[in-house]
């Protein structure tokens, strides 16, 4: 038996993403901070330079980033993307695109975190409106995230990360069969085939190799607003 898998490989997914260059109150240009629970992400830095501020439970860190510079970060990882100077970032996602699909939390203040509706509301770009307004409620959620993330920031101790750590489990608790789902067809899939694979060539077969193709990829949509900034997505 052949198995395939068609996406990417390994089951990541793809994109290009230019950091806002939008300043905040605190005067530093870039993203929106929020932290994944589910999957890893790597920076590929492409162009421009900046640093991605991050805070875990062993403290708070900034990662300078430059081109050619490989920055990565495991789930948990709350992280902060800051462009300097026209910050350009080849982004690899774990588990077919699974951060861009649900598996993120914003910093959001407690009261949003604890409602889901609230945290729609203030989270979610409407997809069919006008580019102006799509751009207003991304830098009002990004500057609604930052009061969230100053204070987890300057908390004593290990209680209020604890708490965001549960209230955003919480919030996402719903969404985990779906979220199985594309783990199966991705990451899962993926590493069946190569099961099949290495099984296949122990035994000294190799049909997957007669049925080798050559795949290529547009974006399936450019310039979209995202978390960190504008993205170039492509189909995982």
């Known amino acids: 038996m052949i198995t395939t898998h068609t996406g990417l490989p390994g089951g990541v997914a793809l994109s290009h993403l230019s950091v806002y260059d939008w300043p905040a109150a605190d005067g530093a240009c870039g ?3 929020h932290m994944h629970l589910a999957c890893s992400e790597a920076y590929v830095v492409t162009g421009g330079r900046g640093a991605v501020q991050t805070l875990t439970a062993s403290g708070y860190e900034v990662t300078p980033l430059q081109a050619g510079t490989v920055a990565w970060f495991t789930p948990g990882t709350i992280h902060r993307l800051v462009n300097e100077s026209d ?28 409602d889901p509706e609230a945290y729609a509301r ?52 719903p969404r985990i069969a779906e979220w199985r789902e594309r783990w199966r067809q991705g990451a899962e899939a993926a590493a069946a085939a190569t099961a099949v694979q290495l099984d296949s060539l122990e035994r ?3 049909p997957h190799l007669s049925g080798a ?22 189909q995982d």
């Open 122 to 173: 203030a989270t979610v770009i409407p997809a069919d409106a006008p580019e102006e307004e799509k751009e207003r409620v991304a830098r009002a959620r990004r500057d609604l995230a930052l009061e969230g993330y100053r204070a987890l920031r300057e908390a004593e101790g290990p209680q209020a990360l604890a708490a965001f750590h549960r209230a955003a489990a919480t919030l996402v608790r």
């Open 213 to 234: 193709v050559v795949r290529t990829q547009q974006p399936t949509a450019r310039g979209k607003f995202g978390m960190c900034g504008r993205l170039d997505v492509y």
């Open 204 to 206: 000294g077969e190799f």
């Open 87 to 114: 910050l350009r970032i080849t982004v690899l996602m774990q588990n077919s695109g699974l951060p861009e699909a649900g598996d993120a939390v914003l910093t959001l203040p407690p009261e949003y975190l604890t």
């Open 31 to 33: 993203g929106t901070p």
